[in-house]
């Protein structure tokens, strides 16, 4: 466990606030009229387990600062929220003020500027970070030093008139990973990944003779890279972070899905030699398959994210494909009557699956 004036480790501060929930979820299920009708604990066992109980949210609460009570979680969703938009104002803010007295400052003053207000930003950040084990301060100074870096480069390209390339995604992707594992910051490591994925499908663009910028003019490598993305914690453990696979996961899912959706939908230019509309047809089947396939991925091995994410994607697919048969024959009432019943008919699959899952113990 981490001493408690240290920098937290942000594996165990994960599996601390696992623990505490867990406590939590005990006492208030032993304390509910229809357990305790069903399992009665004697005054002394009642008693030992008020003292353990208490003993442990204490310690806990004493090393890691977690949430003990439903309304302390509700304030920490809260405070992360106003320190992301916090962090997002301030970045506004620095990046507006900059702009109104720009022109008024010499070359040397501006290089300095942007070179200065980075270090200074992941100076701040190192010294909230290190005296405080919730990093509500550390994420909004490390948000403002990553906004300050991307200025960075951004304003030293254009003081030295630097063509832009597909490099800078790197620089900012790798700084946001940097920063992100330094301190354990989700939003942070989301943002390296994409810019990542991003970077990856640029530099091939580019290879091809392309515009760097283009990159976004054929999905499937950015589908394919956030495949990679998405299977990154199968090859990397994080032991020390415990809460930084399931971003991989949702970042690779999600950019994944738009991907297809956006070639399933559009036909935007790919890499197939197949007419544009069987390169719809095609990328609407592989949603189908990929999103259902995910789905009961998400189910076996209890990645909520996944679940949620792939079955938002799956109806996509299913009620997009359903319009492209139907919409243009079909009477309009008849229509969506159609995707009422289907809509039930999932509803009770779905009901049906969870049952069997609960029947053979498996957590729903």
């Known amino acids: 466990m981490e001493p408690s004036g240290g920098r937290p480790d942000t594996g165990h501060q994960y599996q601390a606030q696992r623990s505490a929930d867990r406590i939590r979820w005990l006492r208030e ?6 357990l305790q009708q069903v399992l009665a604990l004697t005054p002394d066992q009642q008693t030992r387990f008020d003292d353990w109980s208490r003993a442990q949210l204490t310690e806990l609460t004493q090393q890691f ?35 109104r007295y720009w022109g008024y400052l010499d ?17 701040a950040a190192e010294f909230a970070a290190a005296r405080e084990r919730t990093l509500y301060f550390t994420g909004l100074l490390a948000l403002v030093a990553f906004a300050s870096f991307v200025m960075n480069l951004v304003v030293m390209g254009s003081i030295f008139n630097i063509n832009s390339t597909e490099r800078a995604l790197l620089a ?24 990542l994925i991003g970077y990856g ?6 290879q091809f003779g392309y515009h760097w910028f283009d990159f976004n003019q ?19 453990q994080h032991r020390r972070h415990g809460d930084f696979p399931p971003v991989y996961r949702l970042v690779g899912a999600v950019v994944f ?17 197949f007419s544009h509309q069987n390169i719809e047809r095609l990328y609407e089947f592989v949603g189908l398959l990929t999103s259902a396939g995910a789905i009961w991925l998400g189910i076996e091995r209890h990645w909520n994210g996944v679940v949620n ?52 113990g498996a957590p729903a």
């Not at 499908?201 to 580019?206: E, G, I, L, S």
């Open 29 to 34: 299920e032993l304390a509910a009229p229809e």
């Open 65 to 99: 600062d977690v949430d003990t009570s439903a309304s302390q979680k509700r304030v920490s969703w809260g405070m992360r929220v106003a320190s992301t938009l916090g962090g997002i104002a301030i970045c506004a803010a620095v990046v507006l003020f900059f702009m």
């Open 107 to 123: 070359t040397s003053v501006q290089v300095a500027l942007v070179v200065v207000v980075p270090l200074l930003a992941l100076a």
């Open 172 to 195: 900012w992707g790798a700084f946001a990973l940097l920063v992100a594992y330094r301190y354990g910051l989700r939003l942070l490591l989301a943002l390296g990944l994409l810019l």
């Open 201 to 206: 499908a640029a530099m091939v663009t580019a």
């Open 218 to 236: 054929r999905p499937e490598l950015i589908a394919f890279l956030a495949l990679l993305i998405f299977c990154t914690p199968f090859a990397i």
């Open 257 to 273: 899905f738009i991907c297809v959706i956006s070639l399933a939908e559009w036909g935007i230019p790919s890499y197939l030699w």
């Open 309 to 360: 994410t792939s079955a938002t994607a799956f109806a996509i697919f299913l009620f997009t494909r359903l319009y492209h048969w139907w919409w243009d024959w079909m009477p309009k009432y008849l229509f969506f009557a159609l995707i009422g019943a289907l809509g039930i008919a999932l509803v009770l699959a779905f009901k049906r699956m969870r049952g069997q899952m609960a029947h053979s």
